[in-house]
């Protein structure tokens, strides 16, 4: 690596917030500044604030996550901000959606590397699992997509009274307001701010949350996901 592309020594919020599992969050850090970097999967000016921009940052979205639920991280690309949460969440079943193949070849190898056995890896669009994946309490994302087209993806794989829980910018409130249109359409009953990292990152994490209701995605993906989970008639 280049000085400039030096990944910082881990600073000591991230013993506090990974704990037993700090030695595993060390090596997925390496592993994006090395192979990460390498294969295009991050910039290599993010290198040196791997730390506090990524890891860290999507490691405090476990403060809004419930206990023992199963995750679908939504276009996880590196595996952020679903393996951040793996290490600090044992107790939750996570499934890492991306569709592009080298970007799931690299996530199955950090899976593999780090013994993450609650962690699977699927290589997909969500629009594609649906009625494929068994439809989960949470889905997560960060900065896949605006959140009117977010939420279309990933609220149609949520199961009823779930919650799709978005990393985003300072311009959460706005987007919130631009989609509740879209959002209502989808099955959406609650979208709030919600910043989570106090004592860890600064600024604050920023959290959009988007609660369904009994329809999630709403009474047409009610009908796509019941035909795809119909199972297929094999012609004689």
């Known amino acids: ?35 990460g970097v390498k294969r295009g999967l991050i910039g290599p ?15 405090v979205l476990s403060e809004v996550v419930p ?3 199963t995750v679908c991280d939504v276009g996880s690309g590196a595996g952020l901000p679903g393996i951040p949460l793996a290490l600090v969440r044992p107790d939750l079943k996570i499934t890492l959606l991306e569709p592009l193949l080298r970007r799931t070849n690299f996530l199955q190898e950090v899976v593999e590397l780090l013994g993450l056995d609650h962690v699977t890896v699927v290589r997909g669009r969500a629009e594609e699992v ?3 994946l068994p439809p989960v309490h949470v889905v997560t994302a960060r900065a896949v997509a605006p959140l009117d087209r977010l939420a279309g993806w990933g609220v149609p794989l949520l199961r009823p ?35 989570v990292g106090e004592g860890i990152v600064d600024p604050l994490s920023t959290v959009v949350r988007v609660e369904v209701g009994e329809s999630p995605g709403g009474v047409r ?16």
């Open 1 to 35: 690596m280049t000085e400039a592309e030096e990944l910082p020594h881990a600073p000591q919020e991230a013993r506090t917030v990974f704990g037993e599992f700090f030695p595993e969050a060390v090596r997925y850090a390496e592993l994006l500044a090395d192979a």
């Open 45 to 59: 000016r993010e290198v040196p604030r791997l730390w506090e921009r990524h890891l860290l940052n999507c490691a």
């Open 67 to 69: 206990e023992g639920v």
């Open 130 to 132: 649906l009625g494929k």
């Open 161 to 195: 009274y779930g919650e799709m829980l978005a990393l985003k910018g300072d311009t959460a409130e706005e987007e919130i307001q631009g989609a509740r249109a879209a959002l209502s359409k989808l099955g959406v009953v609650g979208a709030s701010v919600l910043h």
């Open 221 to 236: 993906f009610a009908a796509k996901r019941a035909k795809a989970a119909r199972p297929s008639r094999r012609r004689r």
